[in-house]
């Protein structure tokens, strides 16, 4: 079975920060989609898997992030639906929450893109990380 990895650390880099010092929006999101997918890539590999598709990107700001701080970023699962699945990715400095970003996908069919249950090994498999 694969290591899941759920958590990354990083210094904030100098280019994802603007002229107040504080990191761009779009930076926490980067992070965030980088971070759900080195989580999502040990899940089950499945023969017919369906494509998932982002339905909603929530960014919640607690308080911002400066270049150079360290940051804890950790995914977990939010909620798991018939065809979709919410994830949560929080940003921490030591034991402060600095940001949340919520992600949701979609499953969807490979041929037409409708939308599909999710496979139930894939779903057993979220619910060992459902915070």
Not at 2 to 17: C, I, K, L, S
Request: glycine share 4%.
């Amino acid at each position: 079975m694969t290591e899941v990895t759920r958590t990354v650390e990083m210094n904030v880099p100098f280019r994802d920060v603007d002229m107040n010092g504080q990191v761009f929006l779009g930076s926490y999101i980067s992070y965030a989609e980088s971070v759900l997918a080195t989580f999502w890539s040990s899940r089950p590999q499945l023969e017919s898997e369906p494509l998932y598709i982002a339905s909603k990107v929530t960014c919640i700001l607690h308080r911002p992030l400066h270049y150079d701080e360290r940051v804890v970023f950790t995914a977990s699962v939010d909620k798991i639906g018939v065809r979709s699945v919410g994830f949560i990715i929080a940003a921490d400095i030591g034991d402060e929450r600095a940001a949340e970003v919520e992600i949701i996908w979609q499953a969807r069919s490979r041929q037409d893109r409708s939308p599909v249950a999710l496979p139930e090994d894939t779903r057993d498999w979220l619910y060992g990380f459902v915070d």
